[in-house]
């Protein structure tokens, strides 16, 4: 059995269990404000659904405590900013609902207008008195021009000295223009949660701005303008932390005149801050058909992107930018038909980054090119800049591993940029280069490494080396119908003489790989495939689609371990098997999927390792110590009574009904009911205080440190 670890002794004191004992009772009564646009008054007590409130300004003059409630009426429609400025506590946040039935409730960002004028030429004016941002003209957004005589088109408008000119053949009746900026924003913050609303007709729909622990849900953010749906940033070092945006739908946000002078605009989640806007979440959107980047972070450290479907944009799908961008992790997304309106862009992008950045689990496929581009587009890339100004060449520990990527014209592209590591991708029909490490900078990238690869592609250049030293190519599989070529430090070779002269893949193939279907896009070798137990072990647990790595006595090439079931004949799964998990569809990645081994909780059935100590499920690092955090977790789904399995979640759980399908919490023991007892917290409580704990034949599994 592995010691258990230990850090230094850590003090406790009696503080630390009173200030636990009172998040546990020392809550006061919560209150729940409900607010109807067509039922409510202001001069009501808005404490229940028979006296609501009207105006969601009413909010300005009560100052919500930990525990409290805002509901909105369903079906109901507001004309004003929702502005939060109030804090929860971790066991008690203030939550942002809504109540009744019908469609969820719904923030415009417009004013309507009924007196036009109407000079002649299908031209008309109102008067808007503020700059106007968005303009919708019989319920479609119209087109921002920057003159009358670029009015061509139905819905092509301008603002001009306080009027608001449009083009429409028939003069309507009336007509919806933005010029209040925010739908909802989040100020100095912290421990809130929002969700179920729609946003529409927005200039800057969301804005997170320095909070901390503020969780956005299920929200429909469109037709929007500004920097982003969502803009997440923060200049106060002490907020800009654990900020969660989950489930929601971003689409058809364009830019604002600011937004457009920045450079940055029209993005569906923005997350931007040096130093402040680390460690947040963005799980499971929907980000679609916009003019700049689907999700973007510039200089944010250890953010995950997870699970999330990026398609339609103009410029990269998923982007992190600049140095400080460290620690984050990308993982379970599906990005596609990107890259439509600017070259050189890339499903995933990270330009000049910081270090340690990892690119997992991804289905990258089918970006657009932008017309007339020199360069392309791709899948994934790591560029660590080519100006003197604003180079980050010589960054570490960034990785991609266990990808598929498909129908690019670059698969995955290393440039300019040094210690980058990709591991165990699958490459398929790339119509220019499959994996491409090369520089063109001021200094001589060095110590990349591509191995285990599978790349699959009828003609062209499977993989190209130039101008970069120190690289490390092997046990790659190469695929094709023909003889392709690889290039070497400005030398092509067909695939013997590189190997020979310059001395890459020693334990490479070139042969047919042997996949279930490659028509079909089904990626699994099957049992005759030259990429079985072909790859060298790298320490990786689980491949794309969560099966055990390795699964046999070595590991694969490529994204998928052998499924022993994939017949040679590309015969499917026995009735029950079904596609692993994560195979490339078209439709995103499939619901239910887990994080790898190591990271979350581990699939149903796998147990411990032989010789590792068994881990806690509320410790959630792994570290055999509960960290006060991580006790906090604990009394938070003690507060919220039944749990339930969340492969997505940071524990591997999540308070309320729901699936079952996982080992129960190992605090959850007497009895194991799926909820968490005052008894069990206190046990858990008790190896906090210990300094860690240990697996031991108790009712639970562990005893506390010595």
């Not at 900020?243 to 689409?251: A, D, K, L, M």
């Not at 080519?386 to 990785?399: H, K, M, P, V």
């Amino acid at each position: 059995m592995a010691p258990c670890l230990r850090h230094k002794a850590r003090r406790k004191t009696t503080a630390i269990l009173l200030a636990v004992s009172a998040l546990l009772t020392g809550q006061g009564q919560a209150a729940t404000y409900f607010i109807s646009q067509t039922q409510g008054n202001d001069a009501n007590a808005g404490t229940s659904s028979g006296t609501p409130w009207r105006h969601l300004s009413r909010l300005d003059s009560v100052a919500l405590q930990p525990g409290d409630q805002v509901l909105l009426k369903r079906g109901d429609a507001w004309r004003e900013t929702l502005g939060i400025r109030n804090s929860g506590t971790l066991i008690q946040p203030i939550v942002f609902g809504s109540y009744g039935t019908g469609e969820p409730p719904l923030l415009l960002g417009t004013e309507r207008y009924t007196e036009i004028s109407s000079p002649g030429n299908s031209r008309h004016e109102v008067f808007t008195g503020d700059p106007a941002e968005v303009f919708v003209l019989n319920g479609v957004p119209g087109t921002r021009r920057s003159a009358d005589n670029e009015l061509l088109n139905e819905g092509d408008w301008f603002w001009s000295g306080g009027v608001l000119r449009f083009r429409a053949v028939a003069k309507p009746a009336a007509v919806e223009a933005g010029t209040r900026q925010f739908g909802i924003v989040f100020a100095e913050v912290r421990h809130v949660q929002l969700s179920g609303y729609d946003i529409r007709w927005t200039y800057d729909p969301v804005w997170l701005f320095s909070t901390t622990s503020v969780t956005i849900e299920n929200l429909r953010i469109t037709e929007g303008a500004g920097f982003a749906g969502v803009f997440v940033a923060a200049d106060n070092p002490a907020f800009g932390s654990g900020n969660v945006v989950r489930g929601c739908t971003i689409e058809r946000q364009g830019p604002s005149v600011a937004s457009a002078s920045f450079g940055n605009f029209g993005t569906g989640i923005f997350v931007f801050g040096t130093g402040s806007s680390d460690e947040n979440l963005i799980e499971n959107n929907i980000v679609r058909d916009l003019p700049h980047e689907g999700i973007g972070i510039i200089d944010g450290a250890r953010n995950t992107i997870r699970g999330n479907v990026v398609s339609g944009c103009g410029s990269s799908g998923i982007r992190l930018a600049k140095e400080g961008c460290v620690g984050n992790i990308i993982e379970y997304n599906e990005s596609f038909g990107n890259c439509r309106l600017q070259d050189d862009r890339f499903g995933i992008d990270l330009l000049i980054t910081g270090d340690d950045n990892v690119v997992r689990y991804n289905y990258v496929h089918d970006q657009e090119e932008a017309p007339g581009g020199p360069f392309k587009s791709g899948g994934i890339r790591f560029d660590g800049g080519d100006f003197s100004d604003s180079e980050n060449q010589t960054s570490t520990g960034n990785i991609a591993y266990y990808n598929v990527v498909v129908d690019e014209y670059v698969g995955i592209n290393v440039f300019n940029a040094s210690n980058i590591r990709v591991f165990n991708n699958t490459v398929v029909d790339c119509t220019g280069f499959g994996i491409v490490v090369h520089a063109v900078s001021t200094q001589v990238p060095t110590g990349n490494s591509v191995i285990n690869n599978l790349i699959s592609m009828p003609s062209e250049v499977p993989l190209y080396i130039n101008a970069v030293a120190n690289t490390t190519v092997d046990h790659n599989l190469y695929d094709s119908n023909e003889q392709i070529y690889f290039f070497a430090n400005g030398v092509i070779h067909n695939f013997d003489t590189w190997r020979s002269v310059a001395a890459f893949d020693a334990h490479g193939l070139f042969t047919p790989a042997q996949l279930a279907d490659l028509g079909a896009l089904d990626l699994r070798p099957k049992v005759l495939s030259p990429a079985i137990d072909a790859g060298r072990n790298l320490g990786l647990d689980s491949d794309f689609s969560g099966r055990p790595v390795p699964s046999g006595s070595g590991v694969d090439i490529g994204a998928y371990e052998f499924v022993p079931d994939i017949l040679p004949e590309g015969e499917g799964q026995p009735e029950g098997e079904g596609a692993p998990e994560g195979q490339p569809d078209g439709e995103g990645m499939v619901e239910g999927e887990g994080q790898s081994e190591g990271e979350g909780m581990p699939a149903e059935g796998e147990g411990q390792p032989e010789g590792e100590s068994p881990v806690h499920s509320a410790d959630i690092n792994g570290d055999h110590i509960i960290q006060l955090s991580e006790l906090l977790r604990v009394v938070q789904l003690f507060r919220f009574g039944p749990l339930h399995c969340d492969a997505a979640g940071e524990d591997g759980y999540a308070p309320g009904g729901g699936s079952q399908a996982c080992p129960p919490h190992s605090a959850d023991f007497d009895p194991q009911d799926w909820a968490i007892q005052l008894a069990e917290l206190l046990r858990v409580i008790q190896f906090y205080n210990a300094d860690g704990y240990t697996a031991a034949p108790t009712a639970d599994g562990f005893a506390p440190a010595v």
